[in-house]
């Protein structure tokens, strides 16, 4: 029997998802990982193919129905669900989309990857959180809070549902031993960058864009012991773009 720590994490391929996967495998974490994209050869770390799960999160009948494929890869247990995947469509020419030019379909297609798969993987896996005593952490936004220069209005309200969402979860999950909470990712340095994103980085307090590294470890820290009476919150790793 396999006895490391297991974690399952959308939105693998890249970025935040990408460093997160390197920084569990450091310590010797298993990860279950899930993604429309098939496994990415330039992934670095070993065993990653056979614990790729593709799926569709725009679907929520593919979503529902890949719970039970998710739950055949674990042992009854489940140490840990990192909410990350996440989409922001753009207009024309990467223009923001508001919420004049969002058409229905889009923001429910966005809706579904950022609001609804969280609590629907997390429901369906409940029963192997609660075996592990996990914890689930919640990818939101700076944007979640405030109108963006680069992130569309369904993104925006998508993120700013998933806080609220974080707190119902830490509410209802609590007395099953598993703890919620978010993180909110201000400018990080990824391929998803907005040209004109150094505007907003003269602005920081720290004055430079994050590192998707330094948001892995903030992670890793909410799936740790070190965050064990920690539920019901949202992290801001953005610099001090909030203040």
């Not at 390197?22 to 994209?37: V, Y």
């Not at 923001?96 to 809706?111: N, P």
């Not at 592990?132 to 309200?157: D, E, L, M, W």
């Not at 994050?210 to 470890?217: K, L, T």
Request: hydrophobic content about 40%.
């Amino acid at each position: 029997m396999d006895e490391r720590k297991v974690m399952v994490l959308t939105g693998a391929s890249r970025g935040i998802g990408h460093a997160t996967v390197k920084r569990f495998a450091r310590e010797g974490w298993r990860i279950i990982t899930c993604s429309r994209q098939p496994f990415p050869e330039e992934c670095p770390w070993g065993g990653g193919r056979e614990d790729h799960i593709e799926i569709d999160l725009a679907d929520p009948a593919d979503t529902i129905n890949m719970i039970e494929v998710i739950r055949d890869r674990l042992d009854g247990r489940l140490d840990a669900l990192v909410n990350n995947a996440g989409i922001s469509p753009k207009g024309p020419e990467g223009a923001r989309l508001d919420t004049i030019s969002t058409d229905l379909m889009t923001w429910g297609k966005v809706f579904h990857v950022n609001f609804f798969a969280p609590i629907v993987l997390a429901r369906g896996l409940r029963e192997e959180l609660s075996a592990a005593k996990g914890a689930v952490v919640n990818v939101t936004s700076i944007a979640g809070s405030r109108v963006h220069p680069f992130a569309g209005a369904a993104y925006a309200t998508s993120k700013a549902a998933l806080k609220a969402l974080t707190r119902e979860m830490a509410h209802d999950f609590g007395p099953l031993g598993v703890r919620v909470n978010a993180i909110a990712p201000g400018e990080i340095e990824t391929s998803i960058l907005s040209p004109g994103t150094e505007k907003i980085v003269e602005t920081l307090p720290l004055r430079r864009l994050g590192q998707p590294r330094e948001v892995a470890d903030v992670i890793w820290f909410l799936c740790s012991d070190a965050s064990s009476y920690v539920t019901g919150t949202e992290i801001e790793v953005n610099a001090g773009q909030h203040v």
